[in-house]
Each structure stands twice: as C-alpha cells, then as structure tokens.
C-alpha cells in the first residue's frame, strides 16, 4: 500500500512553472518552463554589458531561442567569446542577404574572406554599377530592418523541399552543394521573404546586429563589425592591399581549377577528376615559390636576408625548404638561421599581463646578439652561433658559421616581419615574405569558410603526429595561439615584400578523414568538445579523398605526413 501511495503522489504531483540556470559565476535565474532562453537572459543582460548572443546550456552550445525545459547550467556567450562572436557575424551576414535583396533582386552578393580589421570583403556581380550610392541603399535597408526588430525564424524543411526553393531562387552554388548532403532535412532561417540556411546558429531577430559598417572597395565592399576585444565598436579601417592582392590571385587559381565552391569540388571527386585538381593545385604552388625565388635572385645584389613569417600553421617550414631548393636552382645558396636560438635564459623572459613567461614577446629574444651575429655573418666574419637548450632554459654556444659572398640567410620566426627586429639592419638588404593559409573556397556564396579553421584543423593533424597530443590539447591551446597571433603577427603583414598563399583548394577533402576520428575523441561535456561538434558538421559538406594523389613535397605533408622534406635540411657550414 505504501508503495502504491507513493506512485500515486508521483503520477499526480505537477511539475513546477518554473526553472532555474545556474549561472557560471554562481547567480541563478528564473523564467517559465519551456521558455526561450532569451527571456531567461533578459533579467541579467545590463545595456552597459557585452550583448549576450547565446549560451552553453548544460555542456551544448544554445541559441537564444532555444526552450528550457529543465533545470540546468548555462554560461552566457557575449560578443567577447569566439562562438558569441561567430554567431553575431553570421547572422549579420543574413541580415546583408535580406537587405541586398530587398534594393537589388537582379544582383548577386558573394561573401567572401575576412580582413583584418574586423569585416568581410564582399563581391557584387549582376549589376550594371556598383558605388557609394548603391552601397548607401544596402546600409540604410539594413538599418531599418534593426530598427523594425525582424524576426529570423528556424525552420527544419525536408532536404528536397529545401533543394526545389533553392532551384526556383536561382541559387545553383547552392543546389549543387545540397545534393551531397547525407542527412535528410536541412535548417533554414527565414526574415522577410528571404529563406538561407547558414552553417551554425543565429541571433532570434534583426534588432541585437546594432554594430555594423560599411567600405567601399572599388566595385566591392567590406561589411564590417565589432572585433572581440571591443564588442561595441566598429574599428578603424585598416589598409590592406598586399593581402588584398593575394586573395585575388588565388580566386583567379580557383577559376583556373575550375572549381568555384565546395559543390564543385565535391563534383571533381565524385566525377574522377580530384587528381587532376592535386596535380594542377600543386603545380600553381611551385610557380609562385619560383617566382618569389626569381624576385630573390633579381634582387641578389642587394638582399642578404630572408624573412618569413606567418601565423600557425602555415606551412612556413615546407615553404622555406621549398624556396631553398628554388634558390639553390638559381646557385643562391641558402643558409637557415633559427630565430628561436636567440631566445635568452629563461628566468630573464619577461611575463604576460597574467604573470607568466611570454615567449612569444620580442623581448624573449636577445636582439642586440641576433642584429651583432647578421652583420658579422653579411661580412662574410666567423660566427659563433648561439643554441638555445630547451631543457635547461639557457643559452649555449652553438655552431661555428662563416658565409661567402653571395650566400642568403633565410630567417623564420613569428617576428619576421617586425620592424623592431633588425634595427640595426639596413632594410634594403632584407627580403620579407609573409606566408598564411589564406583559404577562398567557399560553401557557396553566402557561407564562407574561415580561414583560421582550416589552420587549426591542419595543427590537430600535427599536433596528433609530432607531439602526441588530443585533439582537445590542441582545441584548448588555440585561443591563446591566435591571441598571439593578433598582437605579434597580424599587424605586420602588409611590411611584407611579397606573400604566399599556402592554401590548397583540396586540401579539406584530403584532411576530413584523418581528422574527423580525432574530433570525435573530445570528450562530451568539456568546451573543447563544442568546437570539435563545430568543425564536424563542417566537414560534412566535404566527400573525402585519400592522400595518394598528395606530393611528397607538398605544403600539405607537413601536416598529414610523408613529407620528403621532413628531414632535409638547407645547406649549413
């Protein structure tokens, strides 16, 4: 009888109205069951705060319009956190979608990559001319539309119903994409009477995209938005036309290949033709190294030292060895100078804002010794070299180095391109490259693919092979190399001569069965397995390749493996 009471308490008791988050710094809050969660974040958003855009809702990333059914913990993503700020600037690109075409029905808008700055460089085709007034038109409708708070609605639609609507909307990028998707529905948002899928979640309405600008560039434009670091303000405007140029170059690769978005590259594979698009893909890659060596070469008289910098993984070691050999063509022999030699002792490295040792500041490296040992060496002097003992954090002799005339000094490192490096170096005898893998194969024209995703997926590969570490190990470390990256390389691009787009518009076909088992081991309620669940739906759009096709010198075995040149070493004395 007691048994039978207490299931009949439990059948009639009703759930409470009721739930509570638990918030990250420990205050709870309250809002009705099955309430969105931006109700819920309504109560504790302050208009001086960082907008919140999102939340992590008991270990998985939410959407404001999520219902909370339960109780639960949740941390609030503002635009300060990466997946806060990739919501606000995808949904801001959607707001653009809906606002082109509201002022012109008969143009076409691509979204294509990202500036420094804060935005993303936008082709417009279709249109009999494109300026300042037209761009005034989009902006003004964008306007409106946050002042009119437009809902974007979700909607999960059947796979063919979404492929019809894309079909009659003229949106054949994005047909071709859809017909190698393996699941059978697909996620649209709609605003207005525009409908677009988007490859991760949106902000619930037009009305949070406050912070927006505009560019014109020529016939094009750059969109332009709040960086992290500053979440309410639209930054300056920075020139960058060596970067510029470097997209351009590799968008007219992308037409020579054939292959303008991942559909099309999905059709080369599945039509036979990927190794054709390796072949001609690395073929493109050694003209340009040639050519930087015939500009080396032309300029041998006077240049006496090669910088080369770049963010993380690049490909910096493949291109340097690779530019070696070009030289060595050319009878320049080259001689490989390690920036990290000059670090000095560890206990005088000087520390971060948080109080530990900042190896990354240019002030780890013993500049007086590294400027005295370049003149000595461009003199054609015996060199006592320094070596920097990793182990016991103390520099030691090294190598003894003499160079004869005619001989180079190529010199890689995150500073590179700093102009505090070689103060005592006259910068007529330098020659500064500047290498990144700047990816502009996009999904279609409205889903762009982020360069610095395709960057870490390279370094999980690495980091796996070389280092033995998780895919989470290098998930985790990733906020903290790309801050670095921001502060100590970024703002020195443009100081480059020339840059190297290490980019291979195959590549992702070639990475997405390696990595895809080492994204799968993050483990389920930890940050890192966020990110991993993100770069996982992401290869979906990807049909595989193996690496038989990939050359043994390729860029693209630094990462994966097999590289021929994993031991080679330029010529030293």
Same mark, same amino acid.
């Given at each position: ?505 195959? %590549?992702?076909?070639?990475? &997405?069965? +390696?990595?895809?088992? *080492?994204?799968?081991?993050? @483990?389920? /309620? #930890?940050? %890192?397995?966020?990110?991993? &669940?993100? +770069?996982?739906?992401? *290869?979906?759009?990807?049909? @595989?390749? /193996? #690496? ?7 860029? +693209? ?17």
């Amino acid at each position: 009888m007691e048994t039978e009471r207490i299931m009949d308490f439990y059948l009639t008791e009703k759930p409470r109205e009721s739930v509570e988050l638990t918030l990250s710094d420990g205050r709870i809050i309250t809002g009705k069951r099955g309430g969105r969660l931006e109700e819920f974040v309504r109560a504790v958003q302050k208009p001086d705060e960082p907008l919140v855009v999102g939340a992590i809702l008991d270990g998985q990333l939410r959407e404001l319009t999520y219902p909370v059914g339960q109780d639960g913990r949740a941390t609030l993503l503002t635009m300060q956190d990466s997946d806060g700020a990739r919501i606000y600037r995808r949904s801001l690109v959607f707001l653009l979608e809906v606002a082109f075409k509201s002022c012109f029905p008969e143009g076409e808008l691509n979204i294509d990559h990202s500036v420094s700055s804060g935005g993303y460089y936008c082709q417009v085709s279709n249109l009999p001319q494109f300026g300042q007034e037209e761009l005034d038109r989009i902006k003004a409708a964008m306007q409106e539309l946050v002042d009119q708070d437009v809902p974007f609605v979700r909607e999960t639609v059947p796979l063919e119903e979404a492929i019809a609507y894309f079909k009659q909307a003229g949106e054949d990028d994005k047909v071709r994409l859809l017909k190698y998707r393996q699941r059978s529905d697909l996620v649209l948002y709609r605003a207005c009477d525009t409908r677009d899928y988007h490859h991760g979640y949106m902000v619930p309405s037009s009305g949070y995209l406050k912070w927006f600008d505009f560019y014109l560039l020529g016939q094009a434009f750059i969109i332009r938005f709040p960086r992290r670091h500053a979440p309410s303000e639209v930054l300056p405007m920075e020139s960058y036309p060596t970067l510029l140029r470097t997209f351009k170059e590799y968008g007219d690769w992308l037409t020579t290949l054939g292959i303008h978005s991942v559909g099309s590259l999905n059709d080369a594979i599945q039509e036979g033709h990927i190794d054709e698009v390796i072949l001609v893909s690395e073929a493109l890659h050694e003209m340009e190294i040639a050519q930087i060596a015939a500009q080396i070469y032309e300029a041998r008289d006077r240049v006496s030292v090669i910088l080369i910098a770049g963010p993380s993984s690049s490909g910096k070691t493949t291109f340097s060895k690779r530019l070696g050999i070009q030289l060595l063509a050319k009878g320049i022999t080259p001689f490989a100078l390690e920036m990290d030699n000059f670090f000095i002792d560890r206990d005088k490295t000087p520390l971060n804002a948080d109080g530990h040792r900042d190896y990354e500041s240019l002030r780890a490296l013993d500049l007086v010794r590294l400027n005295r040992d370049l003149k000595a060496l461009i003199a054609g002097q015996e060199v006592q070299l320094p070596r920097y003992d990793f182990i016991t954090g103390l520099s030691v002799d090294g190598a003894k180095v003499q160079l004869i005339k005619g001989d180079v000094i190529i010199l890689e490192g995150i500073h590179g391109l700093n102009p505090g490096l070689l103060t005592d170096i006259d910068p007529k005898t330098t020659f500064r490259i500047y290498v990144s893998c700047l990816t502009q194969l996009n999904l279609d024209r409205h889903n762009r693919i982020s360069t610095t995703d395709t960057r870490m997926l390279r370094r999980i590969l690495r980091d796996a092979r070389d280092r033995g570490y998780s895919a989470a190990d290098t998930i985790g470390r990733w906020e903290s190399v790309r801050a670095g990256e921001k502060f100590h390389i970024f703002p020195y691009q443009e100081n480059a001569d020339v840059m190297f787009n290490s980019a291979l518009a195959y %590549e992702l076909t070639t990475l &997405k069965p +390696l990595v895809e088992p *080492l994204l799968r081991q993050v @483990p389920f /309620g #930890t940050p %890192e397995h966020i990110e991993a &669940k993100r +770069l996982l739906k992401f *290869l979906e759009w990807f049909l @595989p390749t /193996g #690496t038989d096709y990939v050359p043994d010198n390729s860029i +693209l075995r630094e990462f994966i493996g097999g590289s021929i040149l994993t031991n080679f070493e330029l010529w030293t004395r």
